[in-house]
């Protein structure tokens, strides 16, 4: 098992930053995925930014330029750092990780407890 736990989120206004970050214990040593994803309310949870044990990312298209996401393998961390937030990136930020590349068919099979992230106007 693997447990995730995210820090760093709060109330920024727009065009501010935050950086998140998500702490990983366990059975960690098999990790290749690790991502975040957001859930707005009402809306369907998006994956935001993801990164494999290669170091090869992916970011949704509204993030790009914006976000950052990384891992330090030796903290056993991944981080995404958030740059000109704006109000439509108000969400709750959930942290997941898995086996597999991101690429692939259901690459996440563990979750954090999520952190909200607020983006004043």
């Known amino acids: 098992q693997v447990q995730l736990v995210e820090s760093g989120g709060g109330l920024v206004q727009a065009g501010g930053s935050l950086r998140l970050s998500c702490a990983a214990s366990g059975s960690i040593f098999n990790l290749n995925a690790m991502g975040w994803y957001r859930q707005a309310p009402g809306k369907e949870r998006e994956l935001v930014a993801a990164?494999?044990?290669?170091?090869?990312?992916y970011y949704t298209s509204s993030v790009k330029g914006r976000f950052t996401v990384s891992r330090d393998n030796a903290k056993n961390t991944l981080y995404l750092q958030m740059n000109s937030l704006k109000p439509e990136d108000t969400a709750m930020y959930y942290c997941?990780?898995?086996?597999?590349?991101?690429?692939?068919?259901?690459?996440?099979?563990?979750w954090g407890q999520g952190t909200q992230v607020t983006v004043s106007s």
């Open positions: 990164i494999d044990s290669g170091g090869h990312t």
């Open positions: 997941a990780a898995g086996d597999r590349g991101f690429g692939e068919p259901d690459p996440f099979h563990y």
